[in-house]
Nanobody, 126 residues
Framework: QVQLVESGGGLVQAGDSLSLSCVAS????????MGWFRQTPGKEREFVAN????????YYADSVKDRFTISRDNAKNTAYLQMNSLKPEDTAVYYCAADTRLWYSGRFDLGEVDYWGQGTQVTVSS
């Protein structure tokens, strides 16, 4: 059973930066593709970014490309999301996601995520 624990959310101003972390346990981390989604009230959870097991394949939503950077440290069983130039529209609950398909290197799909973290709130004020 995979457990994902996010941290790093908070309240920032537009233009600021914030870094999220997601620590995984209960599974061999190098077998997991990792990603991030976000959700606002009344809307479907939306894809933000994902990274394959060795960092060789990375995907971003168009809305965050060139502002957000996803990375992972396999020695620490941790995935990261560095968010720069934050905008009020980035306000959401951010969820860490894991896909256990062996060596999966494609873009994450909401319906195919195997495990979710509990979510961390990111609020960007204007």
């Amino acid at each position: 059973q995979v457990q994902l624990v996010e941290s790093g959310g908070g309240l920032v101003q537009a233009g600021d930066s914030l870094s999220l972390s997601c620590v995984a346990s209960g599974f061999t981390f190098t077998r997991l593709a990792m990603g991030w989604f976000r959700q606002t009230p009344g809307k479907e959870r939306e894809f933000v970014a994902n990274i394959n097991w060795n960092g060789g394949k990375i995907y971003y939503a168009d809305s965050v490309k060139d502002r957000f950077t996803i990375s992972r440290d396999n020695a620490k069983n941790t995935a990261y999301l560095q968010m720069n130039s934050l905008k009020p529209e980035d306000t959401a609950v951010y969820y860490c996601a894991a896909d256990t398909r062996l060596w999966y290197s494609g873009r994450f799909d909401l319906g195919e995520v195997d495990y979710w973290g509990q979510g961390t709130q990111v609020t960007v004020s204007s």
